[in-house]
């Protein structure tokens, strides 16, 4: 937790933290053995190097920043010098900047395939985009696994950090700041890049200014349920341009489109997906909320802890985890329900800031038709009690270990 000042805790948090997130991810390792290639996707400074790097000291590998003149050379006929490092992990990070790499792998890994040399020759690491995801799909369908890095929540970081989590988001720079004044200009300084060089990069040709706006008008109403024609008023386009503009921040992993949950219910229930900036420090800081006393007077505080405990949670389930949220017209809901792979029906998580967590008639309601394997309500606060039958508060760090087991 920041302290009154807003200094950061010491070395051991620090170790702690980093010690989770490589926990959390030893399935980056794990992947290498299922493929022939895998690939490492998240927002830049999310953390893929460092553990890209974990990863390599475990055996023989090269490591390739595509960002380097000097890596980009070695790599002018990759046929050849790649095929010169048939016995090791080759690590190529920020993939994008050479797609056309692809092909090259493809070639590599069949030619592999023939000599006994199936799993685990390749980790690509490059941000989610449209052209990354579909210049790999066609060219290595059958021999690529995907892993999504997300920026860290609360199963890492602890109860203990929890508030600076809230705060700072993520991000490993930010979270681990000097100050929250230091944190802010980190998350300032990494808005303005991400607008101004990354996203034109991965080939989109948007106004950085049109994009901030955007970014900032969905701050304002995180977790609110999707009104395109609104969003497109408000920029003065129209909606097949703000569905663009959506579809491009979920293919970059910033904003989360949560999907409204359907069954075979008598009911009418939304229709519309609920949508996220997915890192609470990115909503504050497109915001301008510099510290907790400005975030908890901000009319944001409580979406946005509801959005940084679905992003925590989602990330600690199994891989292959369904996320929804539930709603009827009258409306009765479910902030979050999470189905797990083999499990015939979801958990039902409602998600509440303060100490004392209420539960309200409408979670009673929704739980009836959903009929939920488990029903949680997750608080602020660090014990663990029941709240009514069947229905227990749990603390979010623990609830994110309970849905990982």
Not at 109 to 124: E, N
Not at 359 to 364: D, P, T
Request: proline residues 5%; aromatic residues 6%.
């Amino acid at each position: 937790m920041v302290g009154e000042g807003g200094e950061a805790e010491g070395d051991a948090s620090e170790s702690r933290i980093f010690a989770g997130v490589f926990s959390r991810n030893r399935s980056s390792a794990a992947v290498l053995t299922q493929a022939p290639a895998a690939a490492l996707l998240g927002p830049r400074q999310a953390g893929k190097t460092t553990l890209a790097t974990e990863v390599a000291r475990s055996r023989p590998s090269l490591y390739l920043d595509l960002e380097s003149e000097a890596d980009r050379a070695k790599l002018a006929e990759p046929e050849l010098y790649l095929a010169q490092h048939a016995d090791k992990l080759v690590i190529l990070d920020e993939i994008q900047r050479m797609p056309g790499l692809f092909r090259c792998l493809r070639g590599l890994i069949d030619a592999g395939r023939r000599r006994g040399q199936g799993k685990g020759r390749f980790l690509v690491l490059g941000p989610a985009s449209i052209d990354l995801l579909k210049q790999s799909g066609e060219s290595l369908a059958g021999r690529i696994r995907y892993l999504e890095l997300a920026p860290l929540g609360a199963a890492e970081v602890g109860g203990e950090r929890l508030d600076a989590l809230w705060l700072r988001g993520g991000f490993p720079e930010s979270l681990l700041a000097a100050s929250d004044a230091a944190s802010l200009r980190w998350r300032t300084d990494f808005i303005g890049t991400y607008l101004e060089r990354d996203i034109p990069q991965l080939g989109p040709r948007i106004p950085a200014e049109t994009l901030r706006r955007f970014w900032t008008m969905l701050a304002h109403q995180q977790g609110g349920l999707l009104n395109a024609a609104a969003l497109a008023r408000s920029l003065a386009v129209d909606g097949k341009t703000v569905a663009a503009y959506i579809d491009l921040l979920v293919d970059l992993l910033v904003v989360r489109r949560l999907a409204p949950w359907h069954g075979n219910v008598r009911k009418r229930l939304v229709k519309s997906p609920k949508v996220y900036v997915r890192d609470s420090g990115l909503v504050h800081a497109l915001l301008g909320v510099g510290d907790h006393e400005a975030l908890l007077s901000h009319p944001v505080a409580g979406a946005s802890w509801e959005g940084m405990a679905i992003e925590s949670l989602i990330a600690a389930s199994p891989e292959g985890t369904e996320a929804h949220f539930f709603r009827t017209a009258a409306g009765a809901g479910i902030d979050l329900l999470l189905r797990r792979p083999g499990e015939p029906r979801p958990w039902a998580i409602e998600i509440k800031r303060g100490l004392a967590p209420k539960v309200e008639r409408g979670f009673h309601l929704a739980c009836d038709t959903v009929g939920p394997l488990k029903r949680r309500v997750v608080y602020a606060g660090t014990e663990r009690f029941p709240l009514a039958e069947g229905i227990e508060a749990v603390c979010l760090p623990d609830l994110c270990e309970e849905v990982a087991t």
